[in-house]
Structure formats: C-alpha cells, structure tokens
C-alpha cells in the first residue's frame, strides 16, 4: 500500500484551516487591544499592548508555521508518490523481461 496523496491533501487542508482559525483569533485579540487603548488610559498600558504585539507576532510565526508544514506535507506525500510510481514501473519491466 502506497501514499495517499488525499490523506496528504487534507492534512494540508487541517493545517490550512487551522491557521485560518489563528488568523481570526489574532483579529479578535487585535480588536481586544484597541478597545482597551480606547478605554483604559493607565500608564501601565503600553506594558498589555506589548504583551498583546507579542502575542500576536507569535500567533503570526505559529500561522506561518503551519501553512509551511502543511504544503511540506502534501510536496512530500508527491514526491514519494512518484518514487513509488517508478518502482511500480521498474518492477513491471523486470517482470515483463523475464
């Protein structure tokens, strides 16, 4: 039994939509820290928006992340796909010399 380039395919599309996800938390935290900016005028907030910034960046690096292991997933899954393909066409010349 060979790679399943659909399994790959919708690994991907988990990944994909995961970071969709994330993107739309990191709009919602965004919101979060301009109400707060808006509303709360302590000293102390450039302290929370730094934290929020940093949140953020990171939310950013994990998105990144894993829209790279994702199309790493489904390049992988093709390449092996085709090195499969090719013993499959090896053997098969082998056998029809016999």
């Known amino acids: 039994m060979g790679i399943s380039l659909g399994r ?3 690994a991907k599309s988990e990944l994909y939509d995961i970071a969709s996800d994330l993107r739309d938390f ?11 900016r808006g509303q709360w005028k302590a000293d102390e907030m ?3 928006e730094d934290k929020f910034e940093g949140l953020s960046r990171y939310i950013s690096h994990v998105e990144d992340d894993l829209c ?10 093709k390449e092996i796909k085709k090195e499969e393909e090719e013993r499959e066409r090896r053997r098969r010349a082998r056998a029809a010399a016999k």
Do not use: F, T
């Not at 790279?68 to 899954?77: F, H, T």
């Open 8 to 10: 790959a395919r919708r």
């Open 68 to 77: 790279d292991i994702g199309r790493d997933i489904y390049k992988v899954a």
């Open 46 to 48: 450039h302290i929370i």
């Open 26 to 36: 990191k709009s919602q935290i965004d919101n979060v820290k301009r109400e707060l």
